[in-house]
Each structure stands twice: as C-alpha cells, then as structure tokens.
C-alpha cells in the first residue's frame, strides 16, 4: 500500500536555481562595452578640464566714460574795423572798381541819344554798391556756440595744505604737474615728483595739451613758486601754475556734472564750481564744496 506525503502536492518538480542566474556570453560583452564607453567618457571629462585649466581668458575692461566739456561761447569772425593790420586788397575796392557816375558819363558818351532818361535816372548816389562802414565782429544777438563756460572760466580749485611737503604729496597723488611759461622763454618747463628731494624737470617746446588751473590759495601760489625753484626752474618774470592729467580733469568732471544733475541743472547753467582737497583713508580725494548756477531770465 502506498503512501502519499500530505505536504507534497502531485505533479510538482523540484526548481533548478542554478539554470536561472546563469549569465551569458552576450550578457558579459555588453557589460565590458557599457564599461569601457564609461571610462572612455570620464577620460575625455578629464581631459577636457584640463584644457579648460590651461586656457587664458582675456578679460576686456570696460571702456572709461569720458565726461565732454560744455562747449565754450563762439566767437564771430573779426571785421575790418578791428583788423590792426595795414588795409589789403579787400579795402581797395574804392580804386579798382568804376563808380556809378563814370558809368553813366560812358554811357552818355556812347549814347547821347539816352541822356534825358540817364538824368531822370539819377538818384543822387555818391558810391559803389558796397557799404561804407567796416564793421567788426560784435553783433546785438550775442556769441554763438553752447552758451557755456570753459574750465578755466567756470572751475575754482582750492589746494589748502599745512606745509609745503604735504602741498607736495597732495600735488603728486593726482600726478598734477607744475608748469613754468612766459617771461621770454620759448618753452614750457615742468616739474614732478614734487615730494622728492630733487623733483624730475623737463621741458617742451609747445603744451602738450593738458588743462592748466591757476592755484587760488595764497599759500598754494607761493609753494608752487617755490617747488618750480626746488627743480631748477625760472620762474622770476614768468607765470607758474598746474598742469592736470586727463584722467583726473574726467573726474573733476564727473563730480561736477553729479552735482549739477542733483540740483536739477545743466551744463550751459553752471555758472563756478568750487572744488577742494580734503583728506580721505591716508589719502587725498576732491569733493565739491559750492556749486552756483545761472540766474534764469523770466520772459
């Protein structure tokens, strides 16, 4: 008699675990190709910030905004009244050109036929065409151009110091030079490194372009006189006074066209500006201590 054991069910077969993880040959390429691309690919990553270390990047500053300068008042050209030279060819058209007169007198001579009607036609005229006064170039409308001042006109810079050596140092900070001219010299005599004890002299023959401002302050007129002398320069009969840079007359500018822009104002309205040295972080920095504009006329 047979027996049956209750916990096995009929038909079932036992599960072969070994034939179900087996792995193939395809299974195993596909792996070393899945690999292989990878660590391709983390090569050319590598190398790629590797490249990326060795490039210089050229950084391009930012171009400096340049402030333009109002434009000055125009003038009118000269006319002949105020010409200081001896009369030209332009003033001799009394004697080159025939009157109105001898212009009639040969047409009477070549028509006699005529003459009645050239005698009504006389209108008592006793010169040529063109006008007798020689004017000059004033006119009852005023310059032309922008209406506004120049720097020289409209600028006033004050350099207070408690020294001449801290003048110096105040004076070399804003690489501001001191420029000797006039007196019979032909040429412009400079001066900088003024805090040192033998300051750097040179000369040009012409400007060189830079914007001149006289020194307002007393003692500012004597100090400069003096480092004039300190570098070996003339200055007895001749006229001492500040050569600035570029970069620091845009700076002024900018200043000054902040200030105006503050108050509402333009340009052609600012009438002085009053700038001053004042101490800034062991430095030396302009501020803007007044500021006075045009007075508008009511129409």
Same mark, same amino acid.
């Given at each position: ?118 005698? @009504?036609?006389?209108? %008592?005229? =006793? ?10 170039? +004033?006119?009852? /409308? *005023? ?116 200030? @105006?822009?503050?108050? %509402?104002? =333009? ?10 040295? +004042?101490?800034? /972080? *062991? ?17």
């Amino acid at each position: 008699m047979s027996t049956v054991n209750p916990l096995e069910l009929p038909g079932r077969r036992p599960v072969r675990y070994k034939d179900m993880i087996k792995i193939t040959s395809f299974e195993k390429v596909t792996s070393f190709l899945f690999a292989l691309n990878f660590l391709i690919g983390m090569f050319f990553v590598a190398m790629f910030f590797m490249w990326l270390g060795t490039v210089q990047i050229v950084r391009i500053e930012p171009v400096p905004i340049v402030m333009v300068e109002p434009k000055p008042p125009g003038d009118n050209p000269k006319g002949y009244e105020e010409d200081v030279e001896a009369p030209g060819l332009e003033e001799s058209q009394d004697f080159t050109e025939p009157r109105i007169e001898e212009t009639f007198l040969a047409v009477t001579d070549a028509v006699t036929a005529t003459s009645g009607a050239l005698v @009504a036609m006389n209108t %008592g005229a =006793t010169s040529s065409s063109h006008g007798s006064g020689l004017g000059d170039r +004033r006119s009852p /409308g *005023g310059t032309g151009g922008g209406g506004g001042k120049d720097y020289s006109d409209r600028w006033k810079i004050n350099i207070t110091a408690r020294n001449i050596d801290s003048f110096a140092r105040i004076l070399d900070q804003f690489n501001i030079e001191c420029v000797v001219f006039g007196g019979g010299v032909s040429t412009f005599d400079y001066a900088k490194n003024l805090s040192d004890t033998a300051p750097t002299k040179y000369s040009l023959e012409k400007s060189d372009g830079r914007s001149v401002y006289n020194p307002s302050e007393e003692n500012a007129i004597v100090w400069t006189k003096e480092l004039c002398e300190k570098a070996g320069i003339r200055t007895a009969g001749r006229f001492p006074t500040h050569a600035y840079p570029v970069e620091l007359n845009a700076i002024l500018t900018k200043l000054e066209f902040d200030k @105006a822009q503050a108050a %509402g104002k =333009t340009m052609d309205e600012v009438r002085r500006t009053t700038f001053e040295v +004042r101490g800034a /972080g *062991g430095g030396f920095q302009f501020v803007i201590t007044n500021q006075e504009y045009q007075v508008a006329i009511r129409r």
